[in-house]
């Protein structure tokens, strides 16, 4: 065998040592590739999975937009104003202002129970009755004397001075004014919840025939005077003195519980059309 010199021995150490270092360098080199193409593809699926996660709650939080809006209509469509009510704080219609489906067209007579008839008939203004007059019908006055209307055992309805509607008696407006009680549930229903305006109320006030007049109309009401239109029948036929008048109306203030009747007698001619007043007759504000 040929023996190597210190040189050839020293070079081949060298190489050999330069060849194993490739080779674990290659090694290395190549699992490295691999750790970041894993490590890329760990990212890749985070991130795709943090996208599909806030697409989720992108959806989750529109549908919860959504759903608030919808609500807050809702509670907005529920704080309306309810059909055939008024905006005030009473909570009520006065004007018994029904849907347009159930009002008169536009133009067209009024039928004969509204207030406006009742005008008509006695050819008086349209705007004759003090604005809070919700009806008013004819009775029996069965005391029969008009200077002493109000005996010891009257009922409390039979009084000649305005008498206050409250929660204990308002189902007896339904014997006195049947179709006012009818028509007007928001403010019945009011009374009877005892959430009507503490300041306003629903009133009767009678008014007692002198045999003279045809009729009456409640003018003006105020704390301490009503105002009554005596209608006189002329050749036409007066109120007998076994009828009364009875009004029913609103009043906001203060009213004086014996508020006095102050009588203007108008010269009025109805013997050309004599109206046709009756017991049972009622007229109310459409």
Request: aromatic share 8%.
């Amino acid at each position: 065998m040929k023996k190597c010199s210190l040189y050839e021995l020293i070079t081949l150490t060298v190489i050999f040592s330069l060849g194993f270092f490739v080779g674990c360098s290659s090694d290395k080199i190549a699992g490295t590739s691999e750790e970041t193409n894993e490590f890329a593809y760990k990212v890749s699926s985070s991130s795709e999975e943090e996208s599909s996660s806030s697409s989720v709650e992108s959806k989750d939080a529109e549908k919860s937009s959504s759903s608030a809006k919808s609500s807050s209509s809702y509670v907005e469509s529920s704080n309306s104003t309810p059909p055939g009510t008024t905006s005030s704080s009473t909570g009520v219609d006065v004007n018994n202002n029904s849907s347009s489906s159930e009002k008169p067209n536009e133009g067209t007579a009024k039928p004969d129970i509204s207030l406006e008839y009742y005008l008509k008939l006695l050819n008086q203004e349209s705007d004759s009755f003090d604005s809070g007059v919700m009806s008013t019908a004819i009775d029996l006055n069965t005391d029969g004397n008009p200077q002493n209307p109000n005996p010891p055992m009257t009922a409390e309805f039979d009084t000649p001075w305005p008498h206050k509607i409250v929660k204990q008696n308002v189902d007896a407006l339904q014997e006195y004014f049947p179709m006012a009680f009818s028509m007007y549930p928001q403010i019945i229903s009011a009374i009877k919840n005892e959430t009507l305006d503490e300041n306003c109320g629903l009133y009767t006030f009678n008014v007692y025939s002198d045999g003279l007049t045809a009729a009456y109309i409640v003018a003006e009401i105020t704390e301490n005077t009503i105002k009554v239109i005596d209608i006189p029948a002329g050749e036409c036929k007066a109120l007998s003195l076994t009828q009364m008048s009875r009004f029913l109306f609103y009043y906001c203030g203060e009213i004086n519980s014996h508020a006095e009747a102050e009588h203007i007698k108008v010269d009025a001619d109805l013997s050309g059309n004599c109206p046709i007043i009756k017991t049972g007759n009622e007229w109310v504000k459409l």
